[in-house]
């Protein structure tokens, strides 16, 4: 289901949303271990307890699935002042953060399924520059 945010907030120019929480979704275990062994070159198996997860195929703003892993744009050089402190983890920067092509939102989601807050436009544009 394609839920829109719950309620929006205005926060100066950007725009604050919520939506309810959902997980990624899980690569099934098979999958999972066809693309282990191809990486690999040799059979490998995951454990019981681990799981693969994927990115998040949809948006939780807009519902576009072009969703992009953000930390691409943290291995090109893009530092904390320049994203919203919603979508900058602590600890972990930008490691799960997903950004949408469409909308320019940007949200935190892990494995474990948590309430989502997301932000667009994502980007800090306004604290560029000097
Ligand atoms: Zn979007």
């Given amino acids: 289901m ?6 929006q907030t205005a926060c100066m120019d950007h725009e604050v949303g919520h939506s309810p929480p959902r ?3 899980r690569v099934p275990a098979e999958e999972a271990n066809e693309l282990l062994s191809d990486l690999a070159g040799k059979p490998v198996e995951l454990g ?15 519902g576009s699935s072009k969703v992009e892993d953000a930390l691409r744009y943290q291995l090109d050089g893009l530092g904390r002042e320049e994203v919203h402190p919603i ?5 972990h920067a930008l490691a799960d953060t997903y950004v949408c092509k469409d909308c ?6 892990g494995s474990k399924p948590h ?7 994502w980007r800090s544009e306004h604290m560029q520059g000097t």
Avoid: D, F, K, Q
């Fill in 87 to 91: 979508v900058w983890g602590e600890g």
């Fill in 2 to 7: 394609h839920s829109p945010a719950e309620r």
């Fill in 115 to 121: 309430p989502i807050t997301w932000v667009r436009p």
């Fill in 23 to 25: 997980g990624l979704p």
């Fill in 104 to 109: 320019a939102a940007g949200w935190i989601e």
């Fill in 48 to 62: 019981e307890n681990l799981a693969m997860s994927s990115r998040p195929t949809t948006c939780p703003a807009c």
